[in-house]
């Protein structure tokens, strides 16, 4: 077996925000191990779409990736490649990836050049009303020192 596919974790516990682990990958060309016996990790690989509803709703989250994903325009009903941010959130024992893709909280992110792995408390702060009459979503991202 060979370790392969890099990700930042959240071990639990509320233990420090980890970018060390690695899934395990088989050799698809050899006899496939028992899975039975395998031991799952902590956290679902599935995201779940974050749209904030109240002002100031926060999330304490570890960026891990921003990655082109396909999502229902909603104007058009249509489906449109965005970039969407993924993070990784503590939920009590269990970790969930979480993402979204708000320009502005994507740009922030390219912007300041952040890495796989940042721990950041992200914040909505609700709607922002543009000049051309539009609105967007209006973000507060902090990055968090862990002490210790």
């Known amino acids: 077996m060979q370790n392969t596919n890099e990700i930042a974790t959240i071990q639990q516990n509320n233990e420090v925000a980890k970018t ?8 698809l060309n050899a006899q496939l191990p028992d899975l039975s016996k395998a031991k799952e990790t902590v956290f679902d690989l ?17 960026f891990v ?12 009903g249509e489906i449109i490649d965005l970039d969407c941010a993924f993070f990784l959130e503590q939920v009590q024992n269990d970790v969930k990836m979480i993402r979204n ?21 992200i914040t909505w702060t609700g709607k922002k009303r543009f000049r051309n009459g539009n609105t967007g979503d209006n ?4 990055p968090l020192i862990i002490n210790g």
């Open 65 to 76: 990736k921003i990655e082109n994903s396909p999502m229902v325009d909603q104007k058009t």
């Open 20 to 27: 060390e682990t690695r899934f395990q990958t088989v050799d």
């Open 101 to 121: 893709a708000s320009r502005r909280l994507v740009g922030s992110i390219q912007g300041a050049n952040l890495q796989p792995g940042t721990p950041l408390l």
């Open 46 to 62: 599935m995201s779940d779409y974050w749209t904030p509803v109240n002002d100031n709703e926060c999330k304490r989250v570890v």
């Open 139 to 142: 973000w507060s991202v902090k």
